[in-house]
């Protein structure tokens, strides 16, 4: 039998597609809209004030941006590795995490007071700035991967995939170091200022990117009526299930570190036992529906090789980490500056006091519209590139499969013979 | 011409130069001298290192119900509000303080305290944000790409982003829909020799001037004086930033 994996463009030609493309359009044509009307009448049409000053656009700018390394993880691990496995899933993997970086940081420059000044911010450096290597780090971020797909689907070079696959690797780690480190670095404010927040951001890297990367394979799989065998969902399922725990762990230690310290107590109250949105989000979204519905369908056997029970799991993963993302973001915020430690503080500037914030239909619009662009690059990519292998069934993809035994030992008599 | 006559005009003539000269010295000295005073730097000179402005605030001086410093601060930059708190620019506020265990209150005001180690400066990405030589932090509204990452790390809340067009700005204070901006010590008046307008203000109400402007590093200014000779203290100063404002009372 053949065993050679085989990569083809979907053929994209069906009404289905072309509707989940015409409606993300729409999406992202609303997203260009509400820029464009924030942008021309100014923030005040947001949600965002001076005390949140940054909102939901970037929670989900920073998401995407967090994912987009982690998709890049199935690729590492076939590259880097060298788990053969996984071999078969590395271009798409590769294109999922340039795609949602793109994304993300259409969200982020689009919710720039002054977005038009992109050529400034291209051209003026302060090295001091955590932003400014940020610039670096996802522009390389996206080159690096660009070269490695090449490599990847490029059969002369397919020897460099592995050192350049390991570039990736190492500067998708500093890429998320370089994201985490925006808030671990804010020494004013109660919830940042730590330097746990660096691995913390890789750790959910990994998590949010492979459930998107789930999410991306499995519907299109379904699509294109490709052949996706259980052996692969079982990995995946077991893989997504480890990185559950080890974000949970992250954000476990994060808590348990400021609550053994006083100063921190009034900022744990606030996310933990506050009588407001962000200790919903983090009991209801982050802790039962991101962490422990996900970790029961990736270890119990019940769920054992269900391609639907790994979609509900990563949608449940991607739920929960946008949860944690506007708990980080938005309530870090929220919670005020210890301005005078020892006193009650009052002013018309909403000194001492809880800052409220209701995201805009405009801001909820961009977000939205930037996501809509990555899952947009992705659909137009698999069409145009052979980023897809044919089938991913089991004896195609797991040396050690029933089949492929067989095979080897029909090959083995034949040679003893 | 006899010899007397001769030495008679000699004196006239040394009169009347000795009273030219006098009368010269009269009428330029006190233009010499006042502009001495009045001004550290000539127009076209750059700022120094040597000169570090500060303010020192006396907060026992400072009445609870007072605003005339935040009124005379809105008006000289032009700082016209929304009706929208939440959004509106404010450069300057009050702080109303009441101490936890002590029920002890008071009132100062807040603004950009105009750090040595400024994190607003270290955090923007083009360079935007800066320190003059002579300590004032500022804005440069041509580079700011109005990213908040400034707003996120300033410790004391003092920076605002525009919110909505402007119209009817003050010449000398230009200011930018979509960019941040914060308390410039009313740099276009320090560098003509006034003191900000806070201060200016303040030091007309009744309780007295609250707000003393100056030079840090001049040891015979009067600030540097107060400092010198008078507890105060710096907000958190447990970060480190060395910032240009002091408060006493507190």
Redesign the interface.
Known sequence: MNRTIRYREIPGNSRGYYIFLAFLGLLIAAGLGAAFHM?H????VTGM???I??GIPHVFAVFLIVAASGALNVASISSVFNKKLYKPLAPLSGLLAIALLIGGLCVLLLD????D??I??MT???F?????WN?FLYTGFIAIVAVYLWMLLERRFNRFAKPVGLLAFIWRLMLTTGTGS?FG?????QAYDAAIMAPTFIVMSFSFGLAIFNLILIGTYHGTQRALGNTIVERLRKLQGLFVAATLFFIAIYHLTNLYATEHHGIEHFLLDGDNVYTGLFWLGFILIGSILPLTVCFFSGFKQSKAWLAIASVMVIAGGFSQMYIIIIGG?AFP????P??????????GVIASYSPSVYEIGLGLGGTAFAIAIVMVGVKILRFLPLSLENALIDPNHADNIEHKNSVAKAVLK | MSELENKVDEYRRRFLGKSAALAATLTLAPGVILNSIASTRATNEAVSSNVRWGFLIDTNKCAAGCNECVKACNEENGLTGFDRPETDAQWIRKVTLRNKQTKHSLSLPMMCQHCEHPPCVDVCPTGASFKRADGIVLVDKHICIGCRYCMMACPYKARSFVHETLTDQVPEVPRGKGTVESCTFCVHRVDRGDIPACAEACAKTDGGAAILFGDLNDPDSTIAKRVANEPSTQVRADFRLNPGVRYQGI
């Open positions: 942008e009448e100014g923030h005040h004030t001076n005390q000053v940054w720039l007071g002054r977005p000044r992109l400034v911010a003026y450096y302060n001091k700035s955590i932003f400014a610039i925006i670095f804010l020494v004013a404010r915020q500056l210890e301005l005078f020892g006193y009650d503080v009052s002013s018309r500037f909403f000194d």
